[in-house]
């Protein structure tokens, strides 16, 4: 109706049209509820239903570490899985030692049948059996006396110098002091435990205060020592680098890593972005970079980089889980794998077969990608390879870099254990401290230096044996 023809009508004619009004919006208000609470249920069951068919997530599809991974119950058929080495397999038996620390000669004193003295005599070696054992590792005290000497001559009052190892503000020796440090760093054990392992193993008896201390200098040592390693890390031609999870005094953060055949660096930031790259490469720019596809990787400043196919393979192995018929992404395995396995068997091959076997590679990835798929797991996948063509196959280019990023995981996988045993980091000077730690001991690691012999490196010389050159 119009306005006019509204305005002709009496109140009662009004109220008898608005009524019928209200109560059909009411219906429509119940009706478009209930549809709501449908489409609420519809989207419900349909996200149950796809988590129903979706393969469960494992280290074999994802990055998903080993130690998530729903692990089976043991067959029941005991004969399914046989104890000791494998059928065939050669024996080892542990080899003797050139040099040992101590010999006992077991000689026969009296005949075992008459008991006649049988003397001195040599007789006729027939056995020999070594035993490796450890001595009992009780610390030492070590007491200095310093005295002072009054010149009958110049009236000088002189002191006895100690030698390094036993200055006279030295509490603990530096072999001690890198015990702590390697039980702590190392072995990821507590304050607490490492003061259990030091009364147990040494009998020292030590406070928690005096550990943190030598943490601290430990620590203050390996970030003088560490800083050196950047710029080596910078100037080389490859780097590999990845990051993981950190939790610094209640926060998270982020611990990255940078690798090279020379030099490993380690730093622990508040943030998982690029600038954490740019500043730490400031103004160098290297040949490869080595990585998975996270952004901030991807942007890193390289001429080249390479992908990890390992961890391509476990993406493409997720698409097959969840597609067991579409053959494209077990292809594309196959031929990541074929790639990798080129690269390991390249010296037995001549400069023009291994180009021929290349060659076939990027032809055989061409025709892959050129592929309609409509999955779209397998075609997020095949975009992806597209847009990084080039990044794919650099390994084959080169003989310094590696197909994947196994070198920057295995750097960090010591630092994930400690997350996961210690917890946290108090201050953000202790998530310095051990990252320069770890910079200090996986670099000497490279050049076949263990890495007790690297922490006990930064407090100098040990007490014992009593060093001399003093006065």
């Not at 063509?389 to 010591?414: G, H, M, S």
């Amino acid at each position: 109706m119009h306005r006019e023809e509204l305005e002709l009508l009496t109140k009662e004619q009004l109220i008898d049209i608005i009524l019928p009004q209200n109560e059909q919006a009411k219906q429509l208000a119940e009706l478009q509820a209930a549809f709501e609470k449908l489409q609420a249920d519809y989207e419900a069951m349909k996200l149950k239903m796809d988590q129903r068919t979706k393969p469960p997530t494992s280290s074999k599809n994802s990055s998903q570490p080993p130690s998530r991974d729903q692990k089976s119950n043991a067959a029941k058929d005991k004969r399914k899985h046989r104890h000791g080495p494998p059928k065939g397999h050669e024996k080892h038996e542990r080899q003797l030692v050139a040099q040992p620390d101590k010999v006992v000669d077991l000689r026969a004193k009296q005949c075992c049948r008459c008991h006649a003295n049988l003397g001195e005599k040599t007789g006729k070696l027939v056995k020999v059996n070594q035993i490796t054992e450890l001595p009992e590792a009780k610390a030492e005290v070590i007491e200095v006396r310093q005295y002072e000497a009054i010149c009958p001559d110049c009236g000088e009052v002189s002191l006895g110098k100690p030698p390094v190892g036993l200055e006279m503000d030295r509490t603990f020796g530096a072999r001690l002091e890198a015990t702590v440090v390697y039980y702590r760093q190392e072995q990821h054990m507590s304050y607490k435990r490492t003061q259990e392992a030091l009364r147990n193993l040494h009998g020292v008896e030590i406070s928690q205060g005096s550990i943190d201390n030598m943490m601290r200098r430990g620590g203050e040592h390996a970030i003088r020592n560490a800083e050196p390693l950047q710029e080596s890390v910078r100037q080389s031609a490859v780097i590999h680098s990845d990051e993981t999870g950190s939790r610094v005094a209640g926060d998270n953060w982020w611990e990255w890593v940078f690798c090279t055949g020379k030099a490993i660096w380690h730093e622990i930031r508040f943030n998982r972005s690029e600038d954490v790259i740019r500043e730490f490469m400031q103004t160098s720019k290297v040949e490869v970079w080595v990585s998975d596809c996270y952004g901030a990787q991807l942007k890193a400043p390289s001429e080249r980089r390479q992908l990890c196919l390992a961890h391509q393979i476990r993406n493409l192995q997720a698409v097959v889980d969840a597609n067991p018929t579409l053959t494209w992404p077990r292809a594309m395995q196959i031929l990541f794998r074929f790639a990798i396995h080129l690269h390991h068997q390249r010296d037995p091959l001549s400069p023009i077969q291994f180009a021929a076997q290349v060659a076939r590679v990027e032809r055989h990835c061409d025709r892959l990608l050129q592929r309609s798929l409509s999955p779209p797991d397998a075609k997020r996948l095949k975009n992806r390879y597209l847009k990084h063509r080039d990044k794919l196959f650099v390994f084959l280019d080169r003989t310094d870099v590696e197909p994947t990023n196994n070198v920057a995981e295995r750097a960090l996988r010591p630092s994930v254990v400690h997350r996961k045993v210690i917890g946290c980091f108090r201050s953000e000077w202790g998530a310095k401290a051990f990252a320069a730690l770890a910079s200090v001991i996986d670099t000497a690691e490279l050049s076949g230096v263990q890495a007790f012999d690297a922490i006990q490196s930064l407090f100098g010389l040990p007490s014992l044996p009593i060093p001399t050159g003093g006065e």
